[in-house]
């Protein structure tokens, strides 16, 4: 075998100390290794790489792992709360689910125009009630305030002596 | 690979299930890949918690889309590219606000005590520290693609053919990509005392 530096493969020395080489290009590259000492020190340090790469283990998988998967599985196969109303009408023919739908929708549409209609006089005369009873309330306290100044209350003192 | 070939695939048989219903078939092969892929996604995202809940989103990505599955590549394939489309989308949103300083494995939770047999000294625990940071920080200097390319290939054996189908290019770019990265990681490394 020709020197893989010199043949410009030097690709051949990591692939060697990785062992991905095939039986016969390895042991043809052995047989060179012993006279080229540079491929020699070459092909030793990409080995002392790969072992070097070893120390970095990775820690353990936690024992909750599976756990947390299947509780985000059976997460996502919990149907939503929109699944949930639209799911009994999946079934239902076309026939039938056009006019139920165009019903509902008339429905909404009936209670979105009448509810204005309806809050805002509501409002509007519990309004004009509370100012009636204030306006009232006034009244009676002027009427009691000028009965009080008309019959003046009897000194305690003057029934004593 | 075609849908003869993947045929031939036991995990692609497996998620063929799923999709017929069979949640055990999953079960079978989260079992089966739940910890390459966790370490796969801790080793390019450096983050045991991150790497997990990426891992979350992978296998829940495989389990919705178990209605549309048709095996036309390596089932790994198609897992690892999830993983890896994930994991480097997480890390260029994150960028801005993370830096390999913050990889979280500390001495108490390193792998440490599985590499010796006995207790080791205060000596041999520095030399590992040294090491293990020196070893991330010199596969998390590569360019994106060599550091998929390298964590693939060397931590999940995963063959150039995979890998190539993973990224995207073909065979050849794989060697060359690995070529480079290791030929970097061999400068970086080559002072790094082996344990």
Same mark, same amino acid.
Request: with cysteine; net charge negative; glycine share 4%.
């Given at each position: ?6 043949? /410009? ?9 990785? /062992? ?124 009691? /305030? ?16 | ?7 031939? &695939?036991?995990?692609?048989? %497996? ?7 069979? =949640? ?16 796969? %996604? ?48 997480? !890390?260029?949103?994150? +960028? ?5 300083? +913050? ?13 010796? &047999? ?32 390298? %964590? ?17 290019? =073909? ?6 990509? !690995? ?17």
């Amino acid at each position: 075998m020709t020197c893989p530096i010199e043949k /410009g493969k030097p690709e051949l020395l990591a692939e060697f100390a990785a /062992g991905e080489l095939d039986m016969e290009t390895a042991s043809a590259l052995e047989q060179h290794m012993a006279g080229c000492g540079v491929c020699r020190t070459r092909a030793a340090e990409h080995r002392a790489v790969w072992e070097v790469l070893d120390v970095w283990e990775a820690p353990p998988v936690s024992a909750e792992f599976d756990r947390r998967l299947y509780r985000r599985i059976e997460a996502e196969a919990r149907p939503s709360w929109w699944e949930r109303i639209v799911e009994p009408f999946r079934a239902m023919p076309l026939r039938q689910l056009v006019p139920l739908t165009a019903t509902t929708c008339l429905l909404m549409v009936g209670v979105l125009l009448e509810r204005p209609g309806l809050t805002v006089p509501a409002t509007r005369h519990a309004d004009t009630v509370r100012i009636d009873q204030v306006e009232r309330t006034l009244d009676d306290m002027e009427l009691l /305030g000028e009965l009080g100044d008309a019959q003046p209350a009897p000194r305690p003192h003057a029934n004593v002596m | 690979m075609g849908v003869a070939a993947a045929a031939l &695939d036991y995990d692609a048989e %497996l998620m063929l299930r799923v999709k017929d219903g069979d =949640s055990a078939s999953f079960g079978q092969l989260l079992d089966k890949h739940r910890g390459s892929v966790v370490h796969f %996604l801790y080793r390019l995202v450096g983050e045991q918690a991150v790497a997990e809940e990426l891992a979350q989103e992978v296998f829940l990505r495989v389990y919705r889309s178990r209605g549309s599955y048709e095996p036309t590549a390596k089932f790994t394939t198609w897992l690892f590219r999830i993983a890896t489309h994930l994991a480097l989308n997480w !890390l260029r949103d994150w +960028r801005h606000e993370r830096n390999q300083e +913050r990889l979280d494995d500390g001495p108490v939770d390193s792998p440490y005590r599985r590499i010796y &047999d006995r207790e080791p000294s205060i000596e041999q625990q520095l030399v590992y520290q040294v090491n293990l940071d020196q070893v991330r920080r010199a596969v998390a200097a590569l360019p994106e693609k060599q550091r998929v390319a390298v %964590l693939m290939h060397k931590y999940e054996e995963m063959e150039y053919t995979q890998i190539a189908k993973v990224l995207g290019c =073909s065979e050849s770019a794989v060697k060359s990509l !690995l070529f480079r990265a290791y030929e970097t990681l061999r400068a970086r490394l080559a002072h790094v005392e082996r344990s």
